[in-house]
């Protein structure tokens, strides 16, 4: 029998979702399914758009898991838009002139942004904001842009403000309403969006409309609005809502509504029982939603539709969605659920504002006071999950509802409504469905932790807003499951990095022998030595080669250089920033011939001399030290180096000294440990020389200041660092790495990058800002004191090593003779040499050394 | 039985090991706790084939004690020499004793 032909026209986030969808449900040889994709790309992550600007790869925004079309028998059309559909033959045909025959249709063709026929709006530096290459346009326009202006306050425009911000220009937004976000928030609610969003440094411009946009005399551009004020940036971006993509299905004959949007009824069905339409171009009960989660519902009713026809199985009805929203706009936590202006016949509504803090929260509830119907949470969206889950599951309301967004100032709390609280049918994660029984199975079936109830259920992968509940329900789970999570370091110790540090500050241990001897038990093994070794370092920054905390260091730190596969090291001096004077470059080169190294410029913008022998360290050290240079740490796990472009001084681009920068910073934190290798970044400008993004700590200047980026990473897994804060002064920004370094020492697992540590903690960046940058822990001040402790007691340890004579001894090969190791031979390779292989050796070692 | 004396216990630091040349062949003595029980193996790191074992971290589990290779980690046992991640390969052990403090090794 032939297979049922499947085409969907669109490959967007709704569309993408129905083809899983159908597969989730049928396998992947059910069915014959052509997708007609008009962008060059697969269906990306239009909600977290604007981080494009942070990150810059489409493949991080990308929906699709690589090879999923390909397995799923899928033929994607990318790049080719269908231009006609014939109902009645049941055939789409393409721009290209491919015609395609279908049993079911579905349209995922989604909306157009609306820009509003404005005089003067069509030209050049005015954009609008939808695509990714509606990004690139605007990001390269903004290179050579001083301002720009986003016409239109509501959610996605205030998204295309934030990312305006993050480009650098000075940010204007005009929203017609005279507030900011009317579709969610209420007048109060607004105002003090406005409020916040303006001492961020946007211009907010409400209640105003454009009559006409001109050539500017001082920029670019020239808006004239109806109260006669002009103001002139240099591009413009418009976001002023969107319409339906609904052309392609009125041409071919399907029903429309009278102001646009394909009909659908509960089934998403059109006026063609074959043919369906889901997301922002379906027009469901005179309603278009402009959000996903409603869309992602859409395409699993019309997946369930299509796979049980011809069954007797039951299919789901489309019921309308939710439209609350939690969103970070420009910073702002912003919330907003159900009845958020009280339409509802009798409403009654609580409010509690905050100036001096910049809160408002209100609640809007029944006319008998016994169900919450909306909310509108502007500074703080703490209750958020809290108040939607009332509102989403009916759930009665306390006698005193208004302490449900009252601060919690004395004893009694608000009545948080605990997720045990909450009926197993409740909907944790409203973009994917899931339920809290759904995340209870998945735990059940084995996922212990947040990032398999994330890979198996999918909650929490949508928007984001809901990761913090599902982890709740995941304790609660593992906790009714009696789980105990373990998270030992091994054998020796029943405590974790973080809990050992904990005990090694607050008893003041020093050596490894009285912590097992305290907590421990055994004799240590070669996890929970290096360990243990650090965290000492961390505390104490004693020299790592004290005879007592000699057997804890691994390979490299116990002769302080990195052993190479023969047993040879590699010596590399530390160069901060990248700087080194002529005269340093010559006695590097004096060290390397006289002891015949291999000489290698590094990925760390240093020069590392290879296969020295470990009896001649302690001389070739002591030849770098007499030149001036210091040890660079190559061998440690702790800061190796700051990566600088040349910057202000030379760059004719430099906007900051990142040269000047990268060796302060290099040499404020040199020396100390921390849980694993750490490497900086310095950046004169946004074109990013030094890669700042992929560093641990990244550093872009602004001409305000700098912007400060962590977490991120190269390597194995690269990952672009979190923008932490932006436009600091200098001393902010010290201050602020100072916290983050010690709040990473202290509570990072043992050998985890920042990269790894970030994406374990709850919250992520947000909660570290909250950390140390507004101090919500109470730790910033012990913290600022042990940071400084640290740098106080920095030594260069090849330089100690060289004044203890016992320590020299170490460094012979034998320790009963001075001969070399004779199994450390070269070949010569382009002029230099590299150690022979063990067959080379052999066919070499007649002669005995 | 020739006894070859080394150095004395105290040239090694408890928790470390280090390499003597016995009869040209290169020996790992390693001195696991504060107290005068030693072991002596191959030097030779039997996967890289270089002389490195007396620089591995020494390891404890469930009382016995053995060296981690510090170029890839395999682990050994001291008394034996057998390498615990692979069944296959062992290390040469050597006899070992202390006399007097000095630390001797059999050969």
Same mark, same amino acid.
């Given at each position: 029998?032939q297979?049922q032909r499947?085409v969907?026209?669109?490959?967007?986030?709704?569309?993408?979702?129905?083809?899983?969808?159908?597969?989730?449900h049928?396998?992947?040889?059910?069915?014959?399914?052509t997708?007609?994709?008009?962008?060059p790309?697969?269906?990306?992550?239009?909600?977290?758009?604007?981080?494009?600007?942070?990150?810059?790869?489409?493949?991080?925004?990308?929906?699709?898991?690589?090879?999923?079309?390909?397995?799923?028998?899928?033929?994607?059309?990318?790049?080719?838009?269908?231009?006609?559909?014939?109902?009645a033959?049941?055939?789409?045909?393409?721009?290209?002139?491919?015609?395609?025959?279908?049993?079911?249709?579905?349209?995922?063709?989604?909306s157009?942004?609306?820009?509003?026929?404005?005089?003067?709006?069509?030209?050049?530096?005015?954009?609008?904001?939808?695509?990714i290459?509606?990004l690139?346009a605007?990001?390269?326009?903004?290179?050579?842009?001083?301002?720009?202006i986003?016409?239109?306050?509501?959610?996605?425009?205030?998204?295309?403000?934030?990312?305006l911000?993050?480009l650098?220009?000075?940010?204007?937004?005009?929203e017609?309403?005279?507030?900011?976000?009317?579709?969610?928030?209420?007048?109060?609610?607004?105002?003090?969006l406005?409020?916040?969003?303006?001492?961020?440094?946007?211009?907010?411009?409400?209640?105003?409309?454009?009559?006409e946009?001109?050539?500017?005399?001082?920029?670019?551009?020239k808006?004239?609005?109806?109260?006669?004020?002009?103001?002139?940036?240099?591009?413009?971006?418009?976001?002023t809502?969107?319409?339906?993509?609904?052309r392609?299905?009125?041409?071919s004959?399907?029903?429309?509504?009278?102001?646009?949007g394909?009909?659908?009824?509960?089934?998403?069905?059109?006026?063609?029982?074959?043919?369906?339409?889901?997301?922002?171009?379906?027009?469901?009960?005179?309603?278009?939603?402009?959000?996903?989660?409603?869309?992602?519902?859409?395409?699993?009713?019309?997946?369930?539709?299509?796979?049980?026809?011809?069954?007797?199985?039951?299919?789901?009805?489309?019921?309308?969605?939710?439209?609350?929203?939690?969103?970070?706009?420009?910073?702002?936590?912003?919330?907003?659920?159900?009845?958020?202006?009280?339409?509802?016949?009798?409403?009654?509504?609580?409010?509690?504002?905050?100036?001096?803090?910049?809160?408002?929260?209100k609640?809007v509830?029944?006319?008998?006071?016994?169900t919450?119907?909306?909310?509108v949470?502007?500074?703080?969206?703490?209750?958020?999950?809290?108040?939607?889950?009332?509102?989403?599951?009916?759930?009665?309301?306390?006698?005193?509802?208004?302490?449900?967004?009252l601060?919690?100032?004395?004893?009694?709390?608000?009545?948080?409504?605990?997720?045990?609280?909450?009926?197993?049918?409740?909907?944790?994660c409203?973009?994917?469905?899931?339920?809290?029984?759904?995340?209870?199975?998945?735990?059940?079936?084995?996922?212990?932790?947040?990032?398999?109830?994330?890979?198996?259920?999918?909650?929490?992968?949508?928007c984001?807003?809901?990761?913090?509940?599902?982890?709740?329900?995941l304790?609660?789970?593992?906790?009714?499951?009696?789980?105990?999570?373990?998270?030992?370091?091994?054998?020796?110790f029943?405590?974790?990095?973080q809990?050992l540090?904990?005990?090694?500050?607050?008893?003041?241990?020093?050596?490894?022998?009285?912590?097992?001897?305290?907590?421990?038990?055994?004799h240590?093994?070669?996890v929970?030595?290096?360990?243990?070794?650090?965290?000492?370092s961390?505390?104490w920054?004693d020299?790592?080669l004290?005879?007592?905390?000699t057997g804890?260091?691994?390979?490299?730190?116990?002769?302080?250089g990195?052993?190479?596969?023969?047993?040879?090291?590699?010596?590399?001096?530390?160069?901060?920033?990248?700087?080194?004077?002529?005269?340093?470059?010559?006695a590097?080169?004096?060290?390397?011939?006289?002891?015949?190294?291999?000489?290698?410029?590094?990925?760390?913008?240093?020069?590392?001399?290879?296969?020295?022998?470990?009896?001649?360290?302690?001389?070739?050290?002591e030849?770098?030290?007499?030149?001036?240079f210091?040890?660079?740490?190559?061998?440690?796990?702790?800061?190796?180096?700051?990566?600088?472009?040349?910057?202000?001084?030379?760059?004719?681009?430099?906007v900051?000294?990142?040269?000047?920068l990268?060796?302060?910073?290099?040499?404020?934190?040199?020396?100390?440990?921390?849980?694993?290798?750490?490497?900086?970044?310095?950046?004169?400008?946004?074109?990013?020389?030094?890669?700042?993004?992929?560093?641990d700590?990244?550093?872009?200047?602004?001409?305000?200041?700098?912007?400060?980026?962590?977490?991120?990473?190269?390597?194995?897994?690269?990952?672009?660092?979190?923008?932490?804060?932006?436009?600091?002064?200098?001393e902010?920004?010290?201050?602020?790495?100072?916290?983050?370094?010690?709040f990473?020492?202290?509570?990072?697992?043992?050998?985890?990058?920042?990269?790894?540590?970030?994406?374990?903690?709850?919250?992520g960046?947000?909660?570290?800002?909250e950390?140390?940058?507004?101090?919500?822990?109470?730790?910033?001040?012990?913290?600022?004191?042990?940071?400084?402790?640290l740098?106080?007691?920095y030594?260069?340890?090849?330089?100690?090593?060289?004044?203890?004579?016992?320590?020299?001894?170490?460094?012979?090969?034998?320790?009963?003779?001075?001969?070399?190791?004779?199994?450390?031979?070269?070949?010569?390779?382009?002029?230099q040499?590299?150690?022979?292989?063990?067959?080379?050796?052999i066919?070499?070692?007649?002669?005995?050394? | 039985m020739?006894w070859?004396?080394?150095?004395h216990?105290?040239?090694?630091?408890?928790?470390t090991?280090?390499?003597?040349?016995?009869?040209?062949?290169?020996?790992?003595? !390693?001195?696991?706790?504060?107290?005068?029980q #030693?072991?002596?193996? $191959?030097?030779?790191? *039997?996967?890289?084939?270089?002389?490195?074992?007396?620089?591995?971290?020494l390891?404890?589990?469930d009382?016995?004690?053995?060296?981690?290779?510090p170029?890839?980690?395999?682990? !050994?046992?001291?008394?034996?020499?057998?390498? #615990?991640?692979?069944? $296959?390969v062992?290390? *040469?052990?050597y006899?070992?004793?202390?006399?007097?403090?000095?630390?001797?090794?059999?050969?």
């Amino acid at each position: 029998m032939q297979k049922q032909r499947i085409v969907v026209i669109g490959n967007g986030m709704v569309g993408h979702r129905f083809l899983e969808e159908i597969i989730a449900h049928a396998g992947n040889d059910h069915y014959d399914i052509t997708v007609f994709c008009e962008e060059p790309r697969v269906a990306y992550d239009r909600v977290h758009l604007s981080s494009y600007f942070s990150h810059h790869t489409a493949e991080e925004l990308s929906l699709v898991k690589p090879g999923f079309y390909e397995a799923s028998n899928i033929k994607l059309l990318l790049g080719e838009a269908a231009s006609i559909v014939n109902p009645a033959e049941k055939i789409v045909s393409s721009k290209n002139g491919r015609m395609v025959p279908y049993d079911k249709l579905v349209f995922a063709t989604g909306s157009f942004p609306f820009v509003p026929p404005i005089k003067g709006y069509e030209g050049t530096d005015i954009f609008v904001y939808r695509t990714i290459e509606d990004l690139e346009a605007i990001e390269k326009c903004a290179r050579n842009s001083k301002s720009g202006i986003v016409i239109g306050g509501g959610l996605l425009g205030l998204e295309a403000a934030g990312a305006l911000k993050a480009l650098g220009v000075d940010t204007h937004v005009l929203e017609r309403a005279p507030m900011l976000m009317a579709e969610q928030l209420d007048q109060d609610g607004g105002a003090m969006l406005s409020r916040k969003i303006e001492n961020l440094g946007v211009h907010v411009h409400a209640g105003k409309n454009t009559l006409e946009i001109t050539e500017g005399d001082n920029a670019r551009k020239k808006l004239v609005f109806d109260d006669g004020e002009v103001l002139e940036v240099d591009f413009i971006v418009f976001s002023t809502g969107i319409r339906p993509r609904d052309r392609l299905a009125r041409l071919s004959g399907i029903d429309i509504g009278e102001r646009g949007g394909i009909l659908v009824d509960d089934l998403c069905q059109t006026s063609h029982p074959d043919i369906y339409a889901v997301g922002e171009c379906a027009l469901w009960q005179k309603q278009v939603f402009g959000l996903v989660a409603p869309g992602y519902k859409m395409a699993r009713v019309v997946a369930d539709h299509i796979f049980t026809e011809g069954q007797s199985a039951e299919t789901s009805l489309f019921a309308g969605s939710d439209m609350s929203a939690k969103l970070k706009l420009l910073g702002v936590d912003v919330g907003s659920i159900g009845d958020a202006h009280g339409r509802t016949e009798g409403a009654q509504s609580y409010v509690y504002q905050n100036q001096p803090e910049e809160v408002y929260k209100k609640l809007v509830v029944s006319a008998d006071g016994k169900t919450l119907l909306g909310a509108v949470l502007v500074g703080d969206t703490s209750d958020y999950d809290n108040l939607l889950q009332l509102k989403l599951n009916d759930i009665a309301l306390p006698e005193n509802p208004e302490a449900l967004i009252l601060p919690n100032t004395g004893n009694d709390g608000a009545p948080a409504i605990g997720v045990d609280a909450l009926p197993a049918t409740a909907t944790i994660c409203s973009c994917f469905d899931i339920s809290k029984e759904d995340i209870a199975k998945a735990v059940q079936d084995g996922n212990t932790d947040l990032a398999s109830i994330k890979a198996t259920t999918k909650a929490g992968t949508g928007c984001g807003g809901c990761v913090q509940l599902v982890g709740q329900v995941l304790n609660a789970e593992l906790l009714a499951l009696g789980v105990e999570v373990k998270n030992h370091l091994c054998d020796h110790f029943e405590y974790s990095r973080q809990e050992l540090f904990h005990i090694i500050r607050v008893e003041n241990i020093r050596s490894f022998d009285e912590l097992i001897a305290k907590h421990g038990k055994g004799h240590g093994c070669e996890v929970c030595k290096p360990t243990v070794g650090s965290i000492l370092s961390s505390c104490w920054n004693d020299y790592v080669l004290e005879d007592s905390h000699t057997g804890l260091q691994d390979t490299n730190d116990i002769f302080l250089g990195n052993m190479q596969k023969d047993g040879t090291y590699s010596v590399i001096p530390r160069m901060p920033g990248g700087e080194v004077t002529p005269e340093g470059l010559a006695a590097v080169a004096h060290v390397a011939k006289e002891y015949n190294l291999y000489t290698k410029v590094t990925g760390a913008q240093r020069i590392g001399l290879f296969g020295a022998r470990k009896e001649h360290l302690p001389e070739i050290w002591e030849h770098l030290i007499a030149a001036g240079f210091e040890t660079g740490q190559a061998y440690a796990k702790a800061l190796r180096m700051a990566k600088t472009c040349v910057g202000s001084t030379w760059c004719r681009f430099g906007v900051g000294d990142s040269v000047g920068l990268g060796v302060e910073l290099e040499n404020r934190y040199k020396g100390f440990r921390t849980p694993h290798k750490m490497k900086f970044g310095v950046s004169g400008c946004t074109r990013e020389c030094a890669e700042a993004q992929g560093k641990d700590i990244g550093i872009i200047a602004t001409d305000k200041g700098w912007n400060l980026y962590v977490a991120g990473n190269g390597g194995m897994r690269p990952r672009h660092g979190d923008l932490l804060a932006s436009d600091l002064d200098k001393e902010t920004l010290i201050r602020t790495i100072d916290r983050f370094l010690m709040f990473y020492i202290r509570t990072a697992d043992k050998l985890q990058r920042t990269s790894v540590w970030m994406e374990s903690l709850e919250g992520g960046v947000d909660y570290v800002r909250e950390v140390i940058m507004d101090d919500s822990m109470n730790l910033c001040e012990t913290m600022d004191r042990d940071m400084a402790s640290l740098i106080e007691s920095y030594q260069c340890e090849w330089k100690t090593t060289l004044s203890r004579s016992a320590q020299l001894k170490r460094f012979r090969h034998f320790i009963n003779s001075d001969d070399s190791d004779d199994n450390v031979q070269f070949v010569n390779v382009r002029d230099q040499h590299r150690p022979a292989t063990v067959a080379e050796r052999i066919a070499i070692t007649p002669v005995e050394a | 039985m020739n006894w070859n004396t080394i150095c004395h216990i105290d040239d090694i630091i408890p928790g470390t090991g280090v390499c003597a040349k016995v009869n040209d062949a290169h020996v790992a003595i !390693f001195r696991p706790l504060n107290n005068e029980q #030693l072991f002596a193996l $191959s030097n030779i790191d *039997p996967f890289a084939e270089a002389s490195v074992m007396s620089r591995g971290l020494l390891g404890e589990k469930d009382g016995e004690f053995y060296v981690a290779s510090p170029l890839l980690k395999q682990r !050994f046992n001291l008394a034996t020499g057998q390498c #615990l991640d692979d069944d $296959s390969v062992t290390l *040469p052990c050597y006899q070992i004793r202390t006399l007097n403090g000095q630390v001797q090794i059999a050969g």
